[in-house]
């Protein structure tokens, strides 16, 4: 495993174990989970962990927003899961029509959307040279190198799709590709086998006619995907009653000698239709009203995003474009990338608060390039305004981008590198030139709206409207003896029956099996965090000791029955303070653990932490002790 395998086994721990994983699979930001149950899953607790952004539950999916480095924790993640139960009874997609909609899609889109977008930029990159270099370059032999490169994927997407949309269906994704590569075969894509037969009363299939489009099925999208659905369910049904001793080949040539024909006679003609009658729907809504359409889809882009519902639309440009046809669709995204960058920009330059500026600049620099991920949940939408400005200025630049007719005639990447989309294929920059203009017009407007209309700011100074101190956080760590907040028999925190805290992922401590059913402060500090079932709840000390004390194992799915708590969050505490009451037989009764982790979350900051030695803690026994790096006068055997 990676550097991140800790933060993996908390996750997956934290979305109810493997037991609970259908699938995941990642995009630029985020592990998207499909999970059994989702109520199993410990959203609050994701949500305050290090390392996550924040969870979102859309689209039949469970998603945890990580950062840019989402790639190196999923293969983690992956580690930690190991071979997943993709059983047929576990497979069904959840939510309704719109929900499996946008997860099937999204699921068949996200693997090729990076090859598609460096497609897009080397054509860009060509446009670029032939404008720069003139009529030599467009007839030399790098012109048609680079032509390939950029024109070789689409021309031949539905075999990717093919991979990826069976392996969405739960098909042999290498099946998939071979009837894809029977739709673009050569023959069929330069019309030569179409003019062979058409004196002979055109094609057909043991006499039964049927058409290809004119340039045949190369460039499209949805005939592919309704045919491996079919396939897929196909497949499943022929390895229920195919003999083992031939499965291995009969199997695929079953599918593909079925699929292959009815796609060519009945599913490919019918979903050709479908998807020239809706991106025609597209185009009519656009023309009723471009400056509207720009103005809604800039404003409403950010939060389709959020939800990830912008994998409605992407397909329905992925198809112009591969059709050789310009699309305005996906310029709402650029513009709504950039005004949300200047938004970050205002809260960094704006803040006192430390930390959030800390976190704003790694947000405010990933904006540039189109993930705004970080941004969104991390900074502009926990403080609202900034959010919302950033909302209306994409939603007015987006109503100017159609105005003055900005399109894409390519896939472009993200953020500064997506002006290399609004290059016309015979070199026209004009509209490259328009789009940067715009881009800097939105980070500037992001950033003067975002300042004049301002935020909450929890800097020091404002510390103490929450009955905070400004001296509630100190600098440094110091030495610190921590009383038990519960009464009862002392646990080791291996033999806690949670992996995330027996595994010390969470941070070092100890446990109690309580025998008083009520939770008292160990020492003098403020409450950071009271989760709102009142199950778990996180203090700081005065000398700066984080404390986490989570009542009970997969207490939260009480949603706080049988909970009271006497503190709210940001209220100052004093050493013996009752925090929370709970009801211990009726815990149990309902079959939970009550086992109580009380975990140093700041562990790394001590050289030490100590658990006593003794087997049970009354009131006003220490049960934890830390040791700072610089402190040698404790010396005891750590846990």
Not at 142 to 164: E, K, R
Not at 380 to 387: A, D, G, N, Q, S
Not at 453 to 476: I, W
């Amino acid at each position: 495993m990676g550097k991140y395998e800790a933060l993996a086994k908390n996750i997956v721990a934290n979305v109810g174990g493997k037991e609970n994983v259908i699938s995941v699979v990642n995009c630029i930001t985020r592990l998207r989970f499909k999970l059994k149950d989702e109520s199993k899953a410990n959203t609050e607790i994701l949500k305050n962990m290090d390392g996550v952004v924040t969870v979102m539950q859309s689209g039949g999916q469970y998603q945890v927003v990580i950062g840019n480095h989402v790639p190196d924790v999923r293969l983690d993640v992956d580690a930690v899961l190991g071979k997943l139960d993709i059983s047929e009874s576990n497979t069904g997609a959840k939510g309704n029509l719109f929900d499996r909609f946008v997860d099937m899609i999204s699921g068949i889109f996200q693997p090729i959307l990076a090859p598609l977008c460096a497609a897009g930029m080397l054509k860009g990159v060509n446009a670029i040279l032939s404008f720069a270099l003139g009529q030599g370059y467009q007839t030399s032999a790098s012109y048609a190198v680079f032509n390939a490169m950029g024109d070789g994927l689409f021309l031949f997407l539905p075999i990717f799709i093919g991979y990826s949309s069976m392996k969405k269906f739960k098909g042999s994704p290498f099946l998939g590709m071979m009837i894809a590569a029977a739709l673009v075969y050569p023959g069929f894509l330069d019309g030569t086998i179409t003019e062979t037969f058409a004196k002979s009363g055109g094609l057909n299939l043991f006499g039964i006619p049927f058409s290809v489009p004119a340039a045949g099925y190369g460039s499209t999208v949805m005939p592919i995907i309704a045919i491996t659905a079919f396939a897929a369910f196909l497949e499943r049904q022929l390895k229920k009653i195919v003999p083992d001793v031939v499965k291995l080949f009969l199997v695929p040539f079953f599918t593909a000698i079925i699929s292959v024909p009815l796609g060519f006679l009945v599913i490919g003609p019918v979903m050709n239709v479908a998807s020239d009658a809706l991106g025609r729907g597209l185009i009519a809504l656009q023309g009723f009203s471009p400056i509207i359409f720009g103005v809604v889809l800039g404003f409403a882009w950010q939060i389709l995003v959020m939800f990830g519902l912008h994998w409605a639309i992407v397909p329905f440009a992925i198809i112009a474009l591969a059709k050789g046809e310009p699309t305005a669709l996906l310029t709402a995204a650029s513009i709504a990338s950039f005004a949300q960058t200047g938004a970050v920009g205002a809260v960094m330059m704006k803040t006192k608060d430390k930390k959030l500026r800390e976190l704003a600049i790694p947000a405010f620099i990933s904006g540039w390039f189109g993930v705004t991920e970080p941004a969104i949940y991390g900074i502009t939408l926990p403080k609202k305004r900034p959010f919302w400005a950033s909302c209306i200025v994409s939603g007015v630049l987006g109503g100017v981008a159609m105005a003055i007719g900005i399109q894409a005639y390519t896939m472009g990447a993200l953020g500064i590198f997506s002006f290399t989309s609004n290059i016309t294929l015979d070199g026209d920059v004009s509209g490259a030139i328009k789009m940067m203009i715009l881009a800097a017009v939105a980070v500037i407007s992001g950033f003067i709206v975002t300042y004049l209309l301002g935020f909450e700011d929890n800097a020091p100074q404002n510390l103490e409207k929450n009955n905070f101190k400004q001296d509630t956080f100190p600098q440094t760590v110091t030495s610190a003896t921590i009383l038990t907040p519960v009464e009862g028999t002392v646990v080791p925190l291996a033999q806690v029956k949670d992996a995330a805290f027996s595994a010390g992922i969470m941070g070092k401590g100890a446990a109690i099996e309580p025998t008083v059913g009520e939770v008292h402060a160990p020492f003098n500090g403020t409450v950071v965090t009271l989760f709102p079932t009142k199950h778990a709840l996180g203090l700081i000390s005065d000398e700066g000791v984080e404390l986490l004390i989570h009542i009970g194992i997969d207490t939260v799915q009480l949603e706080g029955k049988y909970f009271e708590a006497f503190v709210k969050q940001g209220q100052r505490i004093n050493k013996g303070d009752l925090l929370v009451k709970f009801d211990l037989e009726k815990i149990n009764e309902a079959g939970y653990s009550t086992q109580i982790p009380i975990i140093v979350t700041n562990s790394q900051d001590y050289q030490k932490v100590i658990a006593t030695h003794q087997t049970s803690v009354g009131k006003k026994d220490p049960l934890l002790t830390t040791v700072a790096a610089q402190d040698t006068t404790l010396v005891v055997n750590p846990i």
